[in-house]
């Protein structure tokens, strides 16, 4: 599957097909369709009769085992949070689905994952064409399971083809990134992005479209679970950031999505940055208000030094020793830089 924002990088990426890399990284903000692009790409691949533009045709029997899920010569590694999500369309899932197991499903591609392939790589191909590994999130992969993927690429099997996809190069090893081919699947226009929203009958498509950062696919999950209880209970609390509103505000945020707190904040302290020095709003316009109030007052030192110091939360959201305290101290040190 598709979406229309990729077009243009599918007719680019067809350029490639004629000296096949044996590894492409996919790279591009988070959910904008690069894990439904790679599998297109994928099952494209192994197709027995590929259309001109270079799409599968759909109907050979290559094609009918991709989309069985069951291709001989395909294999798609991701974290078990995902397989627990059958259908998971894009690299965030839509986070509404749980695991089966009273067990939490790692977020993580751990080292069994990739040796479990050793055998896939070493027999041959059953239809006399390639091999296709789909990985995603690359960033997902544990150290171990990063270096075993490392000493695959080094030493690449003929005939087989990898393609990974990440929402974030800096968290990857140089040496993968050094080893595949970088391929860029940029963020739609908002127009295009808002467009396809209404396509799909978001209510309220524009607004769920700017509090996601532009990404119709994180759009469109967001919409469908039809609350925003989370999100306003934070930004009622950045409108008007004081200590004790803090400490409230973190008991009622401990259970919420870190990663997701951490980024409406980013996208928060943009907009107060962003109209301190043009007046502009990118992803609160309804928050305008408050937006130029905490603006007028905030120091620019400040916003810089809250800016740097929620870059460095996200690096570690995923794996807080205490969300609470994550949490409590995140909000304190907002309401220390902007009042």
Known sequence: MMYPWQGAAWTQLQALRARMPHAILFHGPTGTGKADFIEAFAQALLC???RPDGQACGVCASCGWFVQHNHPDYRRVRPEALEDEPGAGDEEGDGDRK????????KEIK??????LADFMNISTHRQGLRVVVLYPAEALNTPASNALLKTLEEPPPGTVFLLSSNSLDRLLPTILSRCRKF??????HDDALAWLNAQSVPDADSWLREQGGAPLAALAASAHGSREELDVLLAFLARPAPDAALRA???LAKAELPALVAWTQRWLYDVFSYKLSGKIRYYPRYQKELAALAGRAQTNNLLRAIKAMNERRAVADHPLSAKLFVEDMLLEYTGCCT
């Open 48 to 50: 027995e009769n590929a």
């Open 111 to 116: 080292i069994e994952q990739i040796r479990a």
């Open 99 to 106: 695991s089966k197991s009273t067990k939490a499903p790692s």
């Open 184 to 189: 860029a699947l940029p963020m739609p226009s």
């Open 250 to 252: 973190a008991d009622k």
